[in-house]
Structure formats: C-alpha cells, structure tokens
C-alpha cells in the first residue's frame, strides 16, 4: 500500500508537472509569427490573406484576421516589387489606441482588420463593432468595441465575456456585459470602472 505521505508528493509533482506543460504550450501559441522578407514567403507560410489593402504609397497590405475567436490579427505590408516592409499585430494594444473619434468604417478596418460581429441599437442610434482581442480579464473573453454614429467612430469600450448556461468558448452562446453602457472614451483606459478592471488601467 502506497504511503500517504508519498502519494501526496506524487500527486503535487504530476500537478507542477502539468502546470509546466500547459505553461510551455500557452508560450508556443501565442509566440508571434516569424518576420516574413517577402509576399512569397508570407503566402507560402500563411496562405491567402482575409483581405488586401492598396495603400497611396503604392504598397499593399495582406490582412490576416483570426476573428471569431481568435485575438491577433497579423498585418504584412509588402511594396510592389513583393519586398515587406513590416508586419505588425492590428489587435495589440498599442494599435487599439489608435482608434480616433470621427474615423469613417473603412479607416477603422484598415486600421484593426475584419471585425468579430456587429450590433444596431435603436435607442442609441449606435452600430457597435466588436473584435475579440487577448483577455486578460476576468471572464472566458475579453471584447474590444468601436461605436458609430452616422458610418463615424463616436467612442470605444470594452466588454468582457461570460459563459452563460454552460455555453462553451468558440460559440458563447451568449455573454454578460453591454458595450453600449456608460464607459470613458479612448483604450487602453478604463471603459468600465467595475471593481475588477485591470490594474494596468491606472
């Protein structure tokens, strides 16, 4: 018969040894792509873009959104002899920030790539964006959300995602939260001050 004590010790090793597992695997999906020198290259790797975006400068942009339910959306800009001139990650927060109030749909695509869905709220006259973007937060997901009002970005927010019913990631089925409720203009800043908002906030 296995001594208590010993299968205690087992036990708490097969637990860290999981936990290290699941920590290396989490490294590997989320490890960016590698930087691409060439269409070709990053055609062979990825496939077909989403979309192609033909910039003034004569450059091309290759989209490749992971939205529904992923939250990079990795942008190649490639000049017409096919050389890239950078690659970038529309959904980081950094590029978020970027969202201006009175950009016009087609502005806020090129800037963040294919959205996750999109919502009309008559009372408000609001049409709400949404991508899901890394979570960090409290919920199964975390959604970034851009609101129009007449085609015109008039604010940002932000909405974490909760299971509701058992509903599994990937389809939801549903969540808790409303982008359209009361929140502060601008990300990375707070759009709710809910007790559990990150601390990076501040």
Known sequence: MLHPTLGRWRLLAATV???AALQLAGCASFAPPPPYTTEAEALAE???????????????????????????????????????????????????????????KEQVSRLLGLHRSEQRFRNSGEEVW??????????????????????????????????RDGALFGGWGGYYGHPWGPGWWGYPRPFYPYPFAHPWFW
Do not use: K
């Not at 290759?62 to 190649?76: D, I, R």
């Not at 409290?138 to 932000?158: C, K, Y």
């Open 17 to 19: 040894l999981a936990l």
């Open 46 to 104: 990825r496939g077909e873009p989403t979309r192609r975006w033909d910039n003034e400068d004569g450059s091309t942009t290759l989209e490749y959104s992971t939205q529904p339910n992923g939250w990079t959306c990795l942008m190649v800009q490639v000049d017409q002899g096919g050389m890239v001139l950078r690659q970038w990650d529309a959904l980081a927060a950094e590029n978020l920030a970027r969202v201006e109030r009175g950009m016009d």
């Open 130 to 163: 949404d991508w899901n973007i890394r979570n960090d937060g409290p919920g199964v997901a975390t959604l970034f959300n851009v609101h129009f009002i007449d085609e015109r970005v008039v604010r940002t927010s932000q909405t974490y995602v909760y299971p």
